[in-house]
């Protein structure tokens, strides 16, 4: 008797630029390889999987789970076949008409390869084209950029946060939301700023991307009396957590191609000494602002300055020789803050005027000096 349960449809990838990829069934076969994937810390650490993981859940999953939701129109599931060899879980989960959530899971062996790219953009293709889909939504848990920069590459535009929004096990997270409509590009919707390592002729400082190492200097800078008080950003009870979590926004910046963090380090200890940034970043304008901090430990170094000069370099060279290529750079500091206007017409920015109320200090409002450097 032939068995009327609906199957996913099988989808082919058989590019000459890389290993077949395709969409099928999941099977029992497929098991040991679910759970490694599933044992994987980052698996783990990002997904709702069970832990520990066993090879029951595997195979509950494979011959229960996926097919159950196939069954029952709650989810399109389909194993990620590479060269004959499951390399994950790719999956559509209809929510109402015309929209689905979209969810995947990669092997750790198939993961930076290109794979899931090709296997996710046969799955919208099919959920698009076939199943008459308008709207995709992609969740991720807040910090997980594999993911995120995955749905990025596929034409996700990532629209915010949700507060406390995934369940995890025992834990509820943030969560990053996106979307994608049937009629969107399946390409980058904005830039990926990637942080170079910029390193200091002059000086034996480099530029380079957050870490988290870098809380306990992050701390003591930001609640150091002297550089909390003309920091409008900086809480008064500012501590670890809130340092991570600026460690994190500014890995948000970057990937939403809105701004470019970057700490400034020793090359012989590689020990945190400043930070630097350019935000509000726009691309249409080709413009963005500066601004900066020093740890109090470096205040009179000449760090600031140098660090300024080689981020105003990075932004102001042409895109094609590897920087942010933007035509016009801009920064306030406030009126009383001396030291800090010094930096800047030191690195070369020069003062265009003064700007009633346009910062906000520890004593409130204050009349800000506008500089900028042009091309």
């Not at 929209?99 to 953009?121: C, F, K, Q, S």
Request: proline residues 6%; glycine residues 8%; charged residues 30%.
């Amino acid at each position: 008797m032939t068995s009327t349960r609906p199957r996913p449809p099988y989808l082919l990838d058989d590019s000459p630029d890389g290993p077949v990829v395709a969409l099928r069934l999941h099977t029992v076969d497929d098991a040991d390889r679910v759970v490694e994937q599933c044992r994987d810390p980052q698996s783990v650490a990002q997904t709702a999987v069970p832990a520990p993981y066993s090879r029951e859940d595997a195979i509950t999953f494979c011959t229960q789970v996926i097919p159950g939701g196939w069954e029952d129109g709650t989810e399109w599931g389909f194993a990620v076949d590479v060269d004959g060899r499951f390399g994950g879980t790719v999956t559509l989960r209809p929510e109402r008409s015309g929209r689905a959530e979209v969810a995947y899971g990669a092997h750790p062996d198939v993961r930076g390869t290109g794979v899931m790219e090709r296997a996710l953009r046969l799955l919208l293709e099919w959920g698009f084209d076939e199943q008459g889909l308008e709207t995709v939504v992609w969740y991720a848990n807040r910090g997980n950029f594999p993911s995120r920069r995955l749905a990025w590459k596929v034409g996700v535009r990532v629209e915010g946060t949700l507060r406390r929004y995934l369940r995890q096990r025992e834990e509820t997270y943030d969560a990053w939301v996106g979307t994608l409509l049937a009629g969107d590009p399946r390409e980058p919707a904005t830039p990926w700023l990637e942080v170079p390592r910029v390193e200091s002729p002059r000086l034996p400082i480099r530029l380079r991307a957050f870490r988290e190492s870098d809380v306990p200097r992050i701390v003591e800078a930001c609640t150091d009396l002297d550089t909390s008080g003309w920091l409008s950003g900086v809480v008064a009870d500012y501590d670890e957590a809130a340092a991570y979590d600026d460690i994190l926004r500014a890995r948000e910046g970057a990937a939403a191609g809105t701004s470019l963090p970057m700490a400034v380090a020793a090359t012989d200890d590689d020990r945190l000494l400043a930070r630097v940034s350019i935000f509000d970043l726009s691309t249409v304008r080709r413009c963005g602002e500066l601004g900066y901090w020093v740890h109090p430990a470096e205040r009179g170094t000449g760090v600031a300055t140098e660090a300024v000069r080689l981020l105003l370099r990075h932004a102001l060279v042409p895109e094609e020789d590897g920087g942010l290529g933007l035509e016009r750079v801009t920064a306030h500091a406030a009126v009383a803050n001396t030291a800090s206007r010094r930096v800047l017409e030191k690195a070369g920015m020069r003062e265009l005027c003064v700007e009633s109320r346009a910062t906000r200090t520890r004593d409130g409002l204050a009349d800000a000096a506008l500089y900028e450097l042009t091309v």
